[in-house]
């Protein structure tokens, strides 16, 4: 099954910024047939799709609150998705999480429900 590794968090102050990593094996088809996404979980609060890409093409979405501070890459050799974060904000304070769903129909879902392989999350604190 997909296992998806995230690296890269830590505590940051307002204005940085960050490069988060995640590491995808155990993948059945080939990388760019995946969908994966970047989602965040504060306390107290539902999680939020960051940004989602369908790595076949180059065509990231990003949440509004993100826009124009983060930006996703990927490096398919190394089947490896990054996050980076800059302009930091004390709002951006979460669990960060990457998640992945193979896509044959070139598409990413729109809820965090319907991506079934998820990471262990990596700790972002902006103070």
Same mark, same amino acid.
């Given at each position: 099954?997909v =296992?998806?590794v995230e690296?890269g968090?830590?505590s940051?102050?307002a204005?940085g910024?960050?490069?988060?990593a995640?590491?995808?094996?155990g993948?059945?088809?080939?990388y760019?047939?995946y969908c994966?996404?970047?989602?965040?979980q504060a306390?107290?609060?539902e999680r939020?799709?960051?940004?989602a890409?369908?790595?076949?093409?180059?065509?990231a979405r990003?949440?509004d609150?993100v826009?124009?501070?983060f930006?996703?890459?990927?490096?398919?050799?190394?089947n490896?998705?990054?996050l980076?974060?800059?302009?930091l904000?004390?709002?951006?304070?979460?669990?960060?999480?990457c998640?992945a769903?193979?896509s044959?129909?070139r598409?990413c879902?729109l809820?965090?429900?319907n991506?079934p392989?998820?990471?262990?999350g990596? =700790?972002?604190t902006?103070s």
């Open positions: 099954h =296992q998806l690296s968090g830590g940051v102050q204005g910024s960050l490069m988060l995640c590491v995808a094996s993948l059945t088809d080939s760019t047939s994966m996404g970047w989602f965040r306390p107290g609060r939020e799709e960051v940004a890409i369908y790595l076949g093409v180059d065509n990003y949440a609150s826009k124009g501070r930006t996703v890459s990927r490096d398919n050799a190394k490896t998705l990054y980076q974060m800059n302009s904000k004390p709002e951006d304070t979460a669990d960060y999480y998640a769903v193979w044959p129909l598409l879902p809820r965090p429900s991506f392989s998820w990471g262990q990596t =700790q972002v902006v």
